[in-house]
Each structure stands twice: as C-alpha cells, then as structure tokens.
Nanobody
Framework: QLQLVESGGGVVQPGGSLRLSCTAS????????IFWFRQVPGKEREGVSC????????YYGDSVKGRFTISRDDAKTTVYLQLNSLKPEDTGVYYC?????????????????????WGQGTQVTVSS
C-alpha cells in the first residue's frame, strides 16, 4: 500500500530555509514521479514542484523558481524539497504525492485533483 510521510516543516523568519522530506513506502519508489503541493486555508492545493521517476525532469512553480530545489534519493525512498529565501506567502501545509503514470514535465503545473493518496502534510510558517 502506497504510503507517504512528509516532515521538516517549521516556523522560520523571512529569508530563512527549510528542507522538507517525503519518505515513501509500500511501492516501487524508483518508478514513481513525486509531486509537492501546498495549501492554505480557503484555497485549493497548489502544485509547487515535482521530480520525474528518473530524476531527469523537474518542475517548479513560478512563485518558487530559483528558491526551491527538489531532489530524490531512491536508496532512501525519499524526495527532498529545499526551501530557501522563504517568504511569508510560502506559508502553508506542504503535501507530497506519487504517481507512476503522471509525468513530471518541467513546463506543466501538476493538478492536485489527479492524485488520490496523500500524506498528513507538514506545516511551513514564514513569519517575523
């Protein structure tokens, strides 16, 4: 059974950094693209970043491009999202999702409605 656990969130000041982790179990991790979304109350879950199964393709939303970096360690069945130069508007609950058939293209925003399995999320709060 596909299981995803997000961790690494916290409270940071603007300009600070965090590293989020998405640790997977119960499926052939190296065949799956991994997708990060974030959500704030009252808004839909927004696609932030993703990485393809091979690790050769990655996507970043316009609002995070140049500040966030995604990477994967298949041996640890974990995907990392490095968040640098954080802004208050980065505040939200960050979720990861996995899919074997949904390709992470570097120019296409992932749609949260296409994913059915979610972890519990990790809260990121950027505030002075």
């Amino acid at each position: 059974q596909l299981q995803l656990v997000e961790s690494g969130g916290g409270v940071v000041q603007p300009g600070g950094s965090l590293r989020l982790s998405c640790t997977a179990s119960g499926f052939a991790f190296n065949y799956y693209g991994i997708f990060w979304f974030r959500q704030v109350p009252g808004k839909e879950r927004e696609g932030v970043s993703c990485i393809s199964a091979s690790g050769t393709s990655a996507y970043y939303g316009d609002s995070v491009k140049g500040r966030f970096t995604i990477s994967r360690d298949d041996a640890k069945t974990t995907v990392y999202l490095q968040l640098n130069s954080l802004k208050p508007e980065d505040t939200g609950v960050y979720y990861c999702a996995a899919d074997m058939d949904y390709y992470c293209a570097n120019d296409a925003t992932p749609d949260a409605s296409d994913f059915g399995s979610w972890g519990q999320g990790t809260q990121v709060t950027v505030s002075s």
